[in-house]
């Protein structure tokens, strides 16, 4: 099992896109082990999207993530990472594949409605920073008619 970590962006709070988006986390089977809504500051937007610093974009970026509250999940499965990504599709809505959550709603490359940690280092990294006080660990007991036992491997 992995945790990811996703928030749903200003754009997806202020749509009204907040349920559908998590409806397709938790319609997949996916855990929710955390959630807090916030206003993101400059210095969260800067540590999270660190990687971004000194590109064209990076400004109009930090600009969006901090100008309207934010939704945050811990999300948790077997490849939770691989799997988020796959829900939530290519960065540019216009590009993006219809099923995925950009796909089906988004029509822009920087208001993209939320984001999913790209790798497990990442995730880690960003659980650290959004997370500071840990996720929620319990058992979900549909886990065992979600996976066989081989997936648990
Ligand atoms: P995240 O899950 O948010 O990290 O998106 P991603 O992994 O699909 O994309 P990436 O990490 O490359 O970029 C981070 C975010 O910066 C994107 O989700 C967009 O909101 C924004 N972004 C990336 N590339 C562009 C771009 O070319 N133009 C604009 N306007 N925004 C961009
Ligand atoms: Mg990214």
Do not use: C
């Amino acid at each position: 099992m992995e945790t990811t970590f996703i928030f749903v962006k200003p754009d997806g709070v202020q749509r009204g896109l907040v349920g559908e988006i998590l409806n397709r986390f938790e319609r997949k089977g996916l855990q929710v082990v955390g959630a807090k809504m916030l206003r993101v500051d400059e210095d969260l937007a800067g540590k999270h999207y660190a990687e971004h610093e000194g590109k064209p974009f990076y400004p109009g970026l930090i600009k969006f993530i901090t100008s309207s509250p934010i939704m945050a999940f811990a999300i948790r499965g077997v490849d939770a990472v691989t799997v988020s990504r796959t829900l939530i599709g290519a960065t540019n809505g216009r590009k993006a594949d219809p099923g995925t959550i950009r796909g089906d709603f988004g029509l822009s490359g920087g208001f993209n409605m939320i984001h999913g940690s790209d790798s497990i280092e990442s995730a880690n990294r960003e659980l650290a920073l959004w997370f500071p006080e840990g996720t929620l660990e319990y058992d979900k007991s549909s886990n065992l008619w979600t996976y066989d036992p081989s997936d648990l491997d």
